[in-house]
């Protein structure tokens, strides 16, 4: 526990010491949400009269919060590859600490840097007119969906980034995941939209119940897409908790095997 702590204050003393990731890091979601989320909101609103009692910024602050989680989980990804590239991993593995621990610190540092943008879309989206839920135990459950979250798609970025031995082969592998996790998904329109082998797609898209779930416990229901909801809560929960675990197991498999080769 002590090394996985070690090593993760490392990652975050470097994010703090670059100026510019932490400027890309606040302004990418705060980007998504007001460019994004009022252009849609005034289509949606000229469609359906200027008494529509949605506010389309509430439907889609999930859906930036798990684009934030699945661009964290990429770059944690992509470090872990330099980290393996420059000879530094090399120098974990010299020393008397579990090997584990260090897949655990890397996917830590994604999944802190996930929640503290999905702060900041949650200031944004209050400030833009969404309602978001005060009770205490559905902040919570949010809090867990999003730490969930950001451990299945670290495990997956991880276990890429260790079978993968250059940062093209990395991004190319990992561009194949990202865009049909997020668009293939409830993140920018409902499924009740979709056409069918399109919805097939998304009921088995983790992302999916990512979103449901934060709209279900964080936004209140006079929001399009938060009433009437076609997934359970309980059901988000389990297949979060299911996909955290499937990518750990991944990344620890994959890192095993980077260790034989």
Known sequence: MMATYTIWHKHMRKMLAQSEEIVGMMIQPILWVVLFGVGMKSMFTSLEGSSAEYSYIAFMAPGIIALSALSGAIAGGS?????????????????????????????????????????VIFLVSLLMGAKISSNPLQLIGAV?????????????????????????????????????????????????????WMKVMAYGNP?????????????????????????????????????????MLLARKAFKKSLVN
Do not use: C
């Open 79 to 119: 470090g872990w590859l330099n980290e393996r590239r420059e000879g530094t991993v090399k120098e974990y593995l010299a020393a008397p600490i579990s090997r584990m621990s260090i897949l655990a610190a890397n996917a830590l540092t994604v999944v802190v840097k996930s929640l503290i943008q999905a702060v």
């Open 144 to 196: 867990l969906l999003i730490i969930g979250f950001g451990l299945g798609f670290a495990g997956i970025a991880l276990a890429i980034a260790s079978v993968t031995d250059t940062p093209e082969a990395y991004h190319m592998l990992i561009f194949l995941l990202n865009l049909p996790l997020l668009f293939a998904s409830n993140a920018l329109y409902p499924i009740e939209v979709m056409p069918n």
């Open 207 to 247: 992302t999916t119940y990512l979103i449901s779930g934060l709209r279900e416990l964080l936004f209140t229901n006079d929001n399009i897409g938060t009433s009437g909801s076609t997934i359970d809560i309980w059901l988000s929960f389990t297949v979060i908790i299911l996909f955290a675990v499937s990518g």
